[in-house]
């Protein structure tokens, strides 16, 4: 299933995985909602939420009130089991043909959903990514550790790896529904590296990628997950993949 040309046909699922994001759910999807009606893209939100102790399902179900069910989907699990089978989750339930992938944290702003739609009609791609390392992209927020971790994961891939994407850690990207269930099946990686290892793998199946400059902004409320585990694991699936591909 290839979709591409006019706006009524697709569908976009947008997948918000949740982690203790109760102050951040209701403005990002107020903000969803907001610029996917203005620029008029049929959409629906998932969240899959992992049984945060702060009450986040609880916010999600307050928002689907107001929103509507079909509009805000949830597909909560029982415990914390991981931002890569939450994808999977969620796109189990998804009903469009482009699945969008971003942080809940509003580190990715909605209004490049956009850019991105009208970055995959441009020449039909499977995947789209937000880059902070081209044109306007930027971070901000981040202190001199997390820039040289990003920074150096990304330089140490391209130097590796050559992917043909330039920013390699982020997460926020829109895909086909049909590559990026493709993608996931022929990914091994679980965690901070398997947004790296996806990329990878979009390259090697000869999937088409387009980019387009985005700028992070480091999360308000909340604290990160990453840590010295993420960055050692990451190091050990470069060098997995670098080996096997
Ligand atoms: N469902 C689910 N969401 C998660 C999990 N870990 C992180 N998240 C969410 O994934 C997104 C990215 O996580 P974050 O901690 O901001 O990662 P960082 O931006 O790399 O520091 C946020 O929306 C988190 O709430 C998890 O185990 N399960
Ligand atoms: C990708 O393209 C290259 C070069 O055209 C080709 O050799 C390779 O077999 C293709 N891989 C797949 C998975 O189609
Ligand atoms: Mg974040």
Not at 52 to 78: C, F, H
Not at 204 to 218: A, C, M, R, S
Request: aromatic share 10%; net charge positive; with cysteine.
């Amino acid at each position: 299933m290839s979709a591409s040309g006019t706006n009524s046909k697709n569908k976009y699922s947008i997948l918000l995985p949740t982690y203790n994001e109760v102050e951040n759910l209701p403005i990002i999807i107020y903000l969803i909602v907001k610029y996917m009606s203005k620029s008029g893209y049929d959409h629906e939100i998932i969240v899959i939420d992992d049984g945060s102790p702060d009450g986040t399902l609880e916010a999600a179900k307050q928002l689907q009130n107001i929103y509507g069910k079909d509009k805000i989907v949830l597909r909560p699990r029982e415990k914390k089991l991981g931002l890569g089978t939450a994808y999977i989750h969620g796109i189990q339930h998804a009903t469009g043909n482009f699945i969008v992938i971003m942080d809940a944290d509003l580190s990715h702003h909605p209004k490049a959903i956009a850019d991105f739609i009208k970055k995959q009609q441009e020449k039909d791609y499977d995947v789209v990514s937000g880059t902070r390392y081209i044109g306007g992209g930027g971070v901000y927020g981040w202190d001199f550790k997390r820039k040289l971790v990003s920074r150096g994961a990304n330089f140490l891939t391209q130097l590796l790896l050559r992917p043909g994407a330039s920013d390699l850690t982020g997460s926020f990207r829109l895909y086909k529904k049909d590559v990026l269930e493709t993608l996931i099946k022929s990914c091994v990686s679980k965690g901070y590296v398997f947004q790296m290892e996806m990329i990878i793998r979009a390259r090697q199946l000869n999937y088409t990628i387009g980019e387009v400059p985005i700028t992070f902004v480091d999360r308000l409320y909340g604290e990160s997950k990453l840590g010295g585990t993420e960055i050692i694991q990451f190091v050990r699936a470069l060098l997995y993949l670098f080996a096997t591909t």
